[in-house]
């Protein structure tokens, strides 16, 4: 026990204990008494001054400068060198750090990190070097206090910026804010024809999916960002669109009940039987096809569950409000026969334009039965005889065509 150094004398003491610091100093590991009594005796020779009268004072002179390993303490940087800094913890002793245990980033002067006064938080590497001076890092204390923020950003859902190190089995290292994170692969967000090696090199936005300090590991996300983005997009566009607007959108599904219709931005709308066509309900394909591009009008949007109704018909104009200048009296039109009756057949001229051809006007000859004449689904050639806007009622002839053809 004899020559223990003052590391060891001290190594349980606790600074802010009293009693433990008291205790050490009870023991033979201080300082002999000789040299005690020796400043003593100095003192007195001094006229009295700096007389040790309270064991206290003497136990703070000999209070090791508290520093752990694992700690981090916060120090005052005092000078600049070319390769480092000089740092001070609050004692006479100055401590330097270099530059590689400056910062996360690489760096070639102390000047783009600290300035001097700068107070700044630095972790204990060790205690004591081999010349027993603390070696502290500034680089590890914010590599330890980045962890703790990344793990707050991704509970707040925060977005950060990776820029891709490195393309390896299943996807990419990257530099997030100084410290290494995965991408895998499936999060990458990779387009037709892309490779992971295209992205080396690139900065992007991602979402945090995992961080776990304690095995250094952290998992992100490009695709959950484009995901949220699209989103966020999608919402934004869905406020915009207003009731009665007219708007371009591709056919993109066509059902037995209606067509969706895609309008940009992640947005499908649904165009139902109804509001297809003006006239008799048809088939969706017969109306339109996949992939055609069509102008609908905006009948609903629905900022709660995201659904917004359309209308492909109240594009055009009402069939019937411009039906005198499509359908002149007196004009030759084709139209397909939709119905029979036995007193004559309907004929679609256009959409939601119907006319009646009697039975005495579907030959020149004698008809006993129309269907003798014409079938359903029949294009026939007739003449507009008379309209009744009002009543939204046409007469037509095919007797008339064929005799003005035969004279």
Excluded at 93 to 118: A, F, H, R
Excluded at 205 to 213: N, R, W
Excluded at 271 to 296: C, D, F, I, N
Excluded at 379 to 398: A, G, H, P
Aim: charged residues 35%; positive net charge.
């Amino acid at each position: 026990m004899g020559d223990m150094g003052e590391k060891d004398v001290y190594k349980e003491v606790n600074p802010d204990d009293v009693n433990s610091i008291l205790k050490a100093i009870s023991v033979e590991k201080l300082p002999k008494s000789g040299s005690v009594k020796a400043e003593s005796n100095n003192a007195e020779a001094a006229g009295g001054e700096g007389e040790v009268k309270d064991p206290m004072s003497l136990a703070k002179h000999y209070v090791p400068k508290p520093f752990r390993r694992g700690d981090i303490i916060t120090v005052t940087v005092v000078k600049l060198e070319k390769d480092g800094i000089m740092v001070n913890a609050g004692g006479k002793g100055d401590y330097y750090i270099p530059l590689k245990n400056l910062s996360l980033k690489p760096i070639s002067s102390p000047e783009e990190v600290v300035k001097v006064g700068d107070k700044i938080d630095v972790y204990v590497v060790k205690e004591r070097d081999a010349k027993g001076n603390a070696v502290l890092s500034k680089k590890k204390a914010d590599y330890t206090e980045k962890w703790k923020e990344l793990k707050e950003k991704q509970h707040r859902g925060e977005t950060v910026t990776a820029k891709v190190i490195k393309a390896i089995k299943g996807g990419l290292l990257t530099d997030v804010e100084g410290i290494v994170a995965f991408l895998p692969q499936s999060q990458v967000g990779l387009k037709k024809g892309e490779s992971l090696e295209d992205y080396v090199g690139k900065e992007f936005d991602v979402k945090i999916l995992e961080v776990d300090s304690a095995i250094r590991r952290m998992v992100i996300s490009r695709r959950e960002f484009l995901r949220e983005e699209k989103e966020k997009e999608r919402k934004e566009a869905l406020v915009n669109l207003k009731k009665g607007d007219i708007i371009e959108g591709t056919v993109r599904t066509i059902k037995d009940f209606g067509v969706f219709v895609d309008i940009g931005h992640g947005i499908d709308g649904f165009v139902r039987l109804s509001e297809l066509t003006w006239g008799r309900r048809k088939k969706p394909a017969e109306v339109v096809k996949k992939g055609e591009s069509v102008k609908v009008k905006i009948l609903n949007v629905n900022l709660g569950s995201g659904k917004v109704s359309l209308s492909l018909r109240q594009t055009k104009p009402y069939p019937w409000d411009i039906v005198e200048e499509k359908f002149p009296v007196g004009s030759i039109v084709e139209g397909t026969v939709i119905r029979i009756h036995p007193f004559g057949a309907v004929v679609e001229l256009d959409d939601g334009i119907t006319g009646l051809v009697h039975i005495s006007q579907l030959d020149t000859k004698r008809v006993n039965k129309v269907d003798d004449v014409v079938k359903i689904g029949d294009k026939i050639t007739v003449k507009i005889l008379n309209i009744d806007k009002e009543n939204k009622k046409i007469r037509l002839s095919r007797r008339a065509v064929l005799e003005e053809s035969n004279a």
